[in-house]
């Protein structure tokens, strides 16, 4: 596995729960997996064993020397690159997610040319190189272009977590990489033509896997191709889409370290005693027979904010005035939507806005709450659908992506219905989705709680998934 984080080292989003947890459920498989990422300045590395790997990594400026750090974590060997583009700073792509650095190109091609040196070094030859989106892009260029013979019986395999995020940068800054240049490593035409580190992997990669089946089809369209569509459609035939699934461990009921109070499907009361405790943390009225409504967003576009906050009256406020609910948010994202929200939240007391980044209270929230609304404009995958349905929260979820493939509409399908399905992207259509929810709840505890406990049911952990990356990985070699 090459990323450029995974959990508990670093994280900045989902990528880094399902590089662990899937490496993990391929070592739960009888797999030897390796974990390859950067030792950044917030990554604590009290316990990890210095090696004698010093790797001099060639640059057109000259070479660059890195260390090597290990550890054994839960079965999947760790090999942490310590070097001050990573070290010296605290964050993974930048200061803040708005402010990315500008050496990126550079930081990331040092994680690219780090497999090659380790691997020869340990005298180890991998059957799959797994590189795990934009930051991973040119491993399977370089692995193609390897002349050592460590990958000459290795595939590489690239998994797009997210389209939008494509490593590009200005096609003159591969003169700085001390390699080969193919042209297509380029995206755009003529003088505009830059170097796109994710189109990159796409092009060199022996299989192509995403996160969702459904996400697989919509990203060969060119609304949701993010101009890559038709090399995506030119390589369908090497492109798989893979559910994501999630530490049921972590994220469950009956195990969940940050709640106070366990539950499971035959007994769920420990349920409604959760909303009541997180109803007085979060300043909202206790009350049980109000439903509540929570998102746990990063808050941007992405997710339907702005649809959910455009307008006079915008679908929020018709929420919060028309419906009898209770809307909890936790998040941080664009500065401009963080104020609609707080100047909202002033407004309306049934509306309670965090912006806040906790592990903890994501785990409460998704544990106490009765709904939890994911308008997302697209979705790769989506984690809190899962975790949600673990909780018996029912989710409100724009049909798109991995929301699509993980939820079955109530309605549509009264008999194994988990959740609330729409598919117009606006705010009447997410205001209608949770006029729907409301009604569901009006009619009792009785008659949520076979939803709640289907979804509760549903198997969302990683050995299905492992297993189909298994078969893939299989398939590659024949």
Do not use: N
């Given at each position: 596995m090459v990323?450029?984080?995974?959990?508990?080292?670093?994280?900045?989003?989902?990528?880094?729960?399902?590089?662990?947890?899937?490496s993990q459920a391929l070592v739960g498989l009888d797999n030897d997996v390796r974990l390859i990422l950067p030792c950044y300045g917030s990554t604590d590395d009290s316990q990890f064993t210095a090696t004698s790997m010093r790797f001099q990594v060639a640059l057109q400026n000259g070479d660059e020397t890195v260390e090597i750090k290990n550890l054994l974590f839960q079965g999947v060997i760790c090999y942490f690159i310590i070097h001050p583009w990573f070290t010296a700073r605290k964050g993974i792509y930048g200061d803040t997610s708005f402010t990315p650095y500008s050496d990126n190109f550079l930081r990331f091609l040092l994680l690219a040319k780090v497999p090659q040196l380790l691997c020869l070094t340990l005298g180890w030859h991998p059957d799959i190189l797994h590189c795990h989106d934009w930051t991973a892009g040119l491993v399977p260029f370089l692995a193609k272009r390897d002349t050592s013979g460590v990958f000459a019986q290795t595939k590489t395999v690239f998994t797009i977590h997210n389209l939008a995020y494509q490593g590009d940068f200005p096609?003159?800054?591969?003169?700085?990489?001390a390699m080969d240049v193919d042209s297509r490593m380029l995206s755009g035409k003529g003088i505009h033509q830059r170097l796109n580190m994710l189109k990159t992997g796409l092009?060199?990669?022996?299989i192509i896997t995403t996160v969702s089946p459904t996400y697989a089809k919509e990203i060969q369209t060119v609304e949701h191709g993010c101009g890559l569509s038709a090399l995506l459609q030119a390589r369908s035939t090497h492109l798989h889409g893979i559910l994501n699934g999630i530490d049921t461990e972590e994220w469950g009921p009956s195990t969940d370290p940050f709640i106070d109070i366990h539950f499971t499907t035959e007994d769920p009361s420990g349920k409604f005693q959760l909303k009541e405790a997180m109803q007085k943390r979060f300043g909202l009225a206790v009350d049980p027979n109000v439903p509540v409504i929570s998102m746990i967003s990063r808050i941007a576009e992405q997710k339907g904010f702005v649809e959910l906050c455009q307008g006079t009256p915008c679908a929020l406020e018709q929420m919060l005035t028309e419906l009898p609910v209770q809307v909890l948010i936790i998040g941080t994202g664009d500065k401009a939507i963080e104020e609609k929200l707080t100047a909202l939240g002033e407004l309306h007391p049934n509306l309670s806005v965090n912006l806040i980044f906790s592990n903890a209270a994501a785990h409460q929230v998704e544990a106490g709450s009765d709904f939890f609304l994911m308008p997302s404009r697209y979705e790769p995958c989506g984690l809190n659908q899962m975790y949600s349905l673990r909780y018996g929260t029912i989710p409100i979820a724009r049909k798109?992506?991995?929301?699509?493939?993980s939820i079955i509409d109530c309605d549509?399908?009264?008999?194994?219905?988990?959740?609330?399905?729409f598919s117009e992207m606006s705010g009447k259509a997410i205001f209608e989705a949770v006029a729907r929810a409301v009604n569901h709840y009006s009619n009792g505890p009785q008659h949520l709680l076979p939803i709640r406990v289907r979804g509760m049911s549903v198997d969302f952990s990683w050995r299905q998934s492992a297993q189909e990356y298994l078969r893939i990985f299989k398939g590659s070699k024949g």
């Open positions: 990323s450029s984080e995974a959990v508990p080292f670093s994280k900045s989003g989902g990528l880094a729960d399902v590089v662990t947890s899937l096609r003159l800054d591969v003169l700085m990489a092009e060199f990669a022996d798109t992506g991995g929301l699509a493939d549509d399908d009264p008999v194994h219905g988990t959740g609330i399905l």
